[in-house]
């Protein structure tokens, strides 16, 4: 009986726990299906939902434009601009050496011949002073030689001077000789005359005395007279005498002649001295050019031993000086890569100078510039006045740009090198152009420029309503989504602006506004708030300021069903409170 009995209330709890469920599940259902909020989904619903085709109603997107209109310019473009040491210099060891002194820091600036790093290397100290001893001592030594050349010049030119006296003697020697030999012929001569006389008298003489002799024998005869015996005895005794002079005459003359030759043989011999002396002198002036030549010869030597050791010395000093590392020109520290206490090395750089007091301006200019912009070529950066000093002569193939520099000077040090500036480049003459604001200028990933216009929005058909949750839904009027009993909102804008984009060809430029071509005056550029503008997007010409627009536009709101676009405001010249600047 009690088994039954709990069997029975086992199974009414089971149905009254499956009431209670069937309950809950109809309840649930109808709170899900009558009292939830537009547009909330059920799970299933939320999980069967594409949410890849659900897109938010167009909004009206507040700008600020102005219309493009013929302005004058200057003809200046801009373009970005990279500032350039004039110099760049390192400071490296040439020696090893351990660093005892770094009187500079980053951000100094050092004059030419400053102590920038001071290295501890004595060896190098002492070898020079080595150097400059074993210097000196090969001066002394070229002292010595060139004295010892002197001395020798000195004998040399009185060996020279003996030579000359020597030939001289000669000379005179030569000539008595010839005179001496003149007197013997001479004298020969007057021996041969009075020979040849000699020898007549001596015939008359025989003649004679045979005269005399007949005449005696005829006398005795008593042929011829006494007075005629005495006068041929008388010749015969005349002729005698007469032979006898010339005989002591010609003895005379071969005595003469015999003192003329003795004579002639004195000078011969004195000839022969002289020569014998003139050639000694001579010999002794040859070994004393000898003696010279070899000692020019050390001198020489001495002088390039002398220059080797100098060159040794300044080597050595040039090496000693090289603990000093000094400034090269005025320039700031901008790096330093070790510290006192370092051991360094040959080569290694120890820190970086840059010569700022001038710097060079480099900026990348496109293609289309390469036939006006040149070396002159004026140039504002900031607000200094410049010219371009170098055209680089290549194109690069990958931008389509060539590189141009300006070099201006740097006094007070407001361009740093790396420092991006602004360049503006004379391009074109001034003149009336037709100009939007610089900043109205995009960029396209391509590298073309070009500008937002509004444009009235133009719709074709009937207006058309949609359910932002469910874009498969559309009624011709408005009113809730069948699906989620969210409020329709109109698909497409009926009045208004769109924004439209215009590719432009930029031109010269002011600073404020660039000559452009590809639009028409009176187009309305967007010059603000262009940044999420795609073709098509409605847009509001309203005031704006420097953090962005200072109103919205109607049918801006968050509820999505106000739409309106608002008519292009008046035109904000620079300075006001619409353009921001």
């Not at 102590?115 to 290397?121: F, M, N, P, V």
């Not at 040399?156 to 003149?182: H, I, K, T, Y």
């Not at 710097?359 to 390469?370: I, S």
Request: hydrophobic content about 40%.
């Amino acid at each position: 009986m009690s088994n039954a009995t709990a069997s029975a209330r086992r199974r009414w709890s089971t149905l009254f726990a499956a009431l209670i469920v069937v309950a809950a599940f109809f309840l649930v259902r109808w709170i899900v299906m009558t009292q939830r909020p537009p547009g909330a989904m059920t799970v299933i619903e939320a999980q069967a939902m594409d949410m890849t085709t659900m897109q938010a109603p167009d909004g009206v997107q507040p700008v600020a434009a102005e219309p493009a209109e013929e302005r004058s310019l200057a003809g200046e473009e801009q373009f970005p601009g990279t500032v350039v040491a004039w110099n760049d210099e390192e400071v490296v060891a040439r020696i090893p050496g351990r660093v005892v002194k770094m009187p500079v820091y980053p951000g100094d600036t050092v004059r030419p011949g400053q102590l920038l790093a001071q290295l501890e290397a004595d060896e190098f100290a002492s070898q020079a002073a080595e150097s400059g001893a074993r210097a000196r001592a090969a001066g002394l030594g070229v002292t010595v030689a060139e004295a010892e050349v002197q001395r020798l010049m000195a004998a040399r030119s009185r060996a020279a001077a003996d030579a000359e006296a020597a030939d001289l003697a000669v000379q005179r020697s030569s000539e008595e000789l010839g005179a001496a030999s003149a007197e013997v012929a001479k004298a020969r001569a007057e021996v041969d005359a009075t020979a040849a006389r000699l020898k007549e008298a001596d015939a008359e003489r025989e003649y004679l005395a045979a005269a005399a002799e007949r005449e005696r024998e005829l006398y005795k005869r008593g042929a011829a007279s006494l007075d005629e015996v005495q006068l041929a005895e008388s010749r015969a005794n005349q002729a005698r005498e007469r032979v006898a002079m010339l005989q002591a005459e010609v003895n005379s003359k071969r005595h003469s002649v015999a003192q003329a030759e003795a004579k002639r043989n004195a000078a011969a011999a004195a000839v022969n001295e002289t020569k014998r002396r003139a050639q000694a002198s001579r010999e002794a002036v040859r070994e004393a050019e000898r003696a010279v030549a070899k000692a020019r010869a050390e001198v020489s030597a001495s002088r390039a031993q002398r220059q080797a050791e100098e060159n040794g010395a300044a080597t050595t000093r040039t090496i000693s000086g090289y603990r000093e590392l000094r400034a090269l020109d005025e320039a700031v520290v901008t790096e330093r890569l070790v510290s006192p206490g370092t051991l360094v090395q040959p080569g290694q750089t120890l820190m970086r100078l840059k010569v700022v007091k001038r710097v060079r301006v480099q900026f990348d200019l496109p293609e289309r510039l390469a036939g006006v912009v040149r070396e002159g070529t004026r140039v504002r950066v900031g607000d200094r006045e410049a010219e371009v000093t170098s055209v680089f002569g290549a194109v690069d193939t990958s931008t389509r740009t060539f590189r141009a520099e300006a070099a201006m000077d740097n006094p007070d040090r407001s361009f740093l090198p790396g420092q991006f500036v602004s360049v503006w480049v004379q391009t074109a003459p001034s003149g009336e152009r037709l100009a939007v604001r610089q900043e109205a200028i995009q960029e396209a990933p391509d590298g073309s420029r070009f500008v937002w216009v509004m444009v009235p929005i133009e719709v074709e058909g009937e207006p058309d309503w949609t359910c932002p949750m469910h874009p498969e839904v559309h009624e011709a009027e408005p009113g809730d989504c069948p699906i989620c009993k969210m409020p329709l909102v109109q698909s497409t804008l009926t009045e208004g602006f769109r924004a439209e984009q215009r590719k432009v060809t930029p031109g010269p430029t002011d600073g404020w506004y660039t000559a452009v071509s590809g639009i028409e005056p009176g187009d309305m550029v967007i010059y603000r708030g262009h940044d999420q503008l795609k073709p098509g997007t409605p847009v509001a010409n309203v005031p704006w300021g420097d953090t962005g627009p200072l109103e919205l536009p109607k049918g801006s709101g968050s509820s999505g069903h106000e739409h309106g676009g608002g008519a292009p405001e008046e035109e904000a010249q620079p300075g006001d409170e619409h353009a921001g600047h």
